[in-house]
Nanobody, 123 residues
Framework: QVQLVESGGGLVQAGGSLRLSCVASSTYAMGWFRQAPGKEREFVAAISRSGGLYYTESVKGRFTISRDNAKITVYLQMNSLKPEDTAVYYC?????????????????????WGQGTQVTVSS
């Protein structure tokens, strides 16, 4: 049974920073998604086991995804946070260490999900 354990969410003022962590039980291709109230879950960032990086346009230059394979942990460093970044953030993992084609932003291509961590950005 694969478990993903997230941490690092919280309340921050606009312009502030947070770092989310996700500990997995093995090394996989990993991603972060988010879901705001009343909205569908959307892709945020992803990283393959070899370090390939992928971001949604709205977070480029502000968010950085990284991983420590020795600790089997993926991080999402979020800087210059905006109120529109407010959402529950979910860590997700694929069984494979890579992404097939351009599938890093497709939620259905991920096999495991964390419980989610709330990020709230006040204006």
């Amino acid at each position: 049974q694969v478990q993903l354990v997230e941490s690092g969410g919280g309340l921050v003022q606009a312009g502030g920073s947070l770092r989310l962590s996700c500990v997995a039980s093995s090394t996989y291709a990993m991603g972060w998604f988010r879901q705001a109230p009343g909205k569908e879950r959307e892709f945020v960032a992803a990283i393959s086991r070899s370090g390939g990086l992928y971001y949604t346009e709205s977070v480029k230059g502000r968010f950085t995804i990284s991983r420590d394979n020795a600790k089997i942990t993926v991080y999402l460093q979020m800087n210059s946070l905006k109120p529109e970044d407010t959402a529950v953030y979910y860590c997700a993992a694929r069984r494979a260490p890579y992404f097939d084609g351009r599938t890093w932003d497709v939620a259905s291509k991920y096999d495991y999900w964390g419980q989610g961590t709330q990020v709230t950005v006040s204006s």
